[in-house]
T-cell receptor, first 114, second 112 residues
Framework: AQSVTQPDIHITVSEGASLELRCNYS??????LFWYVQSPGQGLQLLLK??????LVQGIKGFEAEFKRSQSSFNLRKPSVHWSDAAEYFC????????????FGAGTILRVKS | NAGVMQNPRHLVRRRGQEARLRCSPM?????VYWYRQLPEEGLKFMVY????????ESGMPKERFSAEFPKEGPSILRIQQVVRGDSAAYFC??????????FGDGTRLSIL
């Protein structure tokens, strides 16, 4: 069965520091991969997606992610974190017969210290 | 540029009552999905619908839960005879034919 692992439940970084959030997936075929961000009391906002092609994907708010098939990973990165980036981040893989059933990781809560 | 609209944002029900959650997809989106976010359990897929059709309901509990997406009007997630364990945030997402899915702000359901 498809699954997504986000090994870090909480991460704290200083404002201006770089960020990498880890995501590993288990999926038989070429996956559809996503990163979403959720602020408290809000819905999920799509940061970026990977369907095929270039393995380095650019997203909104200065985020990027790299698909590494050999490591079954899709880690999210940002070179310089802003206080407004504090939120919960979810990695997801598109599963099911149509690829439309999102399977989410448990999420990583990002704290930003000034 | 309206996104996915869910209402109500907050819903309180007593045990045994019915809860009806509504979702209007983004303009031009014909696919709707429902997810549930339970405390400490993360987001879980419930059901995937197109207009007048349920495509994948593999995540729906076998009893008390149903979903529809009629030809006209919003998608409805219906929970009959609610129990305390149904307390959660329920998110709707929509997409065009293919990905990606765009999410609403959710309905927080509380059961007294």
């Amino acid at each position: 069965a498809q699954s997504v692992t986000q090994p870090d439940i909480h991460i704290t970084v200083s404002e201006g520091a770089s960020l990498e959030l880890r995501c590993n997936y288990s999926y038989g075929a070429t996956p559809y991969l996503f990163w979403y961000v959720q602020s408290p009391g809000q819905g999920l906002q799509l940061l970026l997606k990977y369907f095929s092609g270039d393995t380095l994907v650019q997203g909104i708010k200065g985020f990027e992610a790299e698909f590494k098939r050999s490591q079954s990973s899709f880690n999210l990165r940002k070179p310089s974190v802003h206080w407004s980036d504090a939120a919960e981040y979810f990695c997801a893989v598109g599963a099911g017969e149509y690829g439309n059933k999102l399977v989410f990781g448990a999420g990583t809560i990002l704290r930003v210290k000034s | 540029n309206a996104g996915v609209m869910q209402n109500p944002r907050h819903l309180v029900r007593r045990r045994g009552q019915e809860a009806r959650l509504r979702c209007s997809p983004m303009k031009g989106h014909s696919h709707v999905y429902w997810y549930r976010q339970l405390p400490e359990e993360g987001l879980k897929f419930m059901v995937y619908l197109q207009k007048e059709n349920i495509i994948d309901e593999s995540g729906m509990p076998k009893e008390r839960f149903s979903a529809e997406f009629p030809k006209e009007g919003p998608s409805i997630l219906r929970i009959q005879q609610v129990v305390r364990g149904d307390s959660a945030a329920y998110f709707c997402a929509s997409s065009p034919r293919d990905q990606p899915q765009h999410f609403g702000d959710g309905t927080r359901l509380s059961i007294l």
